[in-house]
């Protein structure tokens, strides 16, 4: 039997589907409350704010990569192996959530709270600090040492991260982030490393 989502994961997974059909368009909580088909007072029973909505799918996001970053790193040993595949997680994500995706390149919280851009860059700060830690542990472990220094090697993998979610969201979701992906990994893990 399957249990029916609550009325706040309702809420937020309507958030989320509007924010991926309709790119560029402002989400009112009217709107939100009609796609729910609920009252917007409904809305401020289980969300004190459009603020905290968007909170909620941030958090939502975090929780989802950063508890699947912890699998990585314990299942797997090599740290090139552990960024690909932190790397290639966090593409497919953005890929098969494209309205949340909108929240993440900053698209979706122009004229929002400015908290709501701090989490994000909180966000994309944590992931950089990731690769940093896995990159140094990588020349005490393997004797691998990257060609650049190490931050300036996590800002340019979190760079062309952000780039390919871009992209995605700046062709309405049409280039989907893993495209070419494979092939310029390979190149840039190539360049990584001495």
């Known amino acids: 039997m399957n249990k029916r989502p609550s ?21 009112t909580t009217a709107k939100l409350a009609a796609e729910v088909g609920v009252s917007e007072a409904a809305l401020y ?7 905290k ?16 970053v912890k699998i990585i790193l314990s299942e797997e040993g090599q740290a090139i192996q552990q960024v690909a595949k932190i790397l290639h997680l966090v593409l497919a ?14 698209d979706a919280l122009a ?13 994309y700060d944590r992931l950089e600090t990731q690769l940093k830690q896995i990159l140094r542990e990588a ?16 800002n340019l993998l979190i760079a062309a991260t952000e780039g390919r979610i871009g992209q995605f969201v700046r062709s309405e979701f049409k280039r989907r982030p893993t495209e070419n992906w494979d092939e310029q ?4 893990a190539e360049q990584i490393f001495r």
């Not at 029973?45 to 603020?51: E, G, L, N, Y």
């Not at 020349?139 to 996590?154: C, D, F, H, P, Q």
């Open 7 to 27: 009325r706040r994961d309702e809420i937020l997974q309507s958030l989320a589907t509007m924010l991926e059909s309709q790119p560029g368009g402002r989400i």
């Open 45 to 51: 029973r289980h969300f004190p704010s459009k603020a």
């Open 53 to 68: 909505m968007f909170e909620g799918l941030i958090e939502f996001v975090e929780e989802a990569i950063f508890s699947r």
């Open 93 to 106: 994500f953005t890929e098969r959530n494209p309205g949340i995706t909108r929240i993440f390149n900053g």
């Open 111 to 123: 004229g929002e709270h400015e908290r709501l851009r701090a989490r994000v860059v909180q966000f």
């Open 139 to 154: 020349e005490l472990r393997e004797g691998l040492r990257t060609r650049i220094t190490v931050n300036s090697t996590a």
């Open 185 to 188: 990994w390979e190149f840039l």
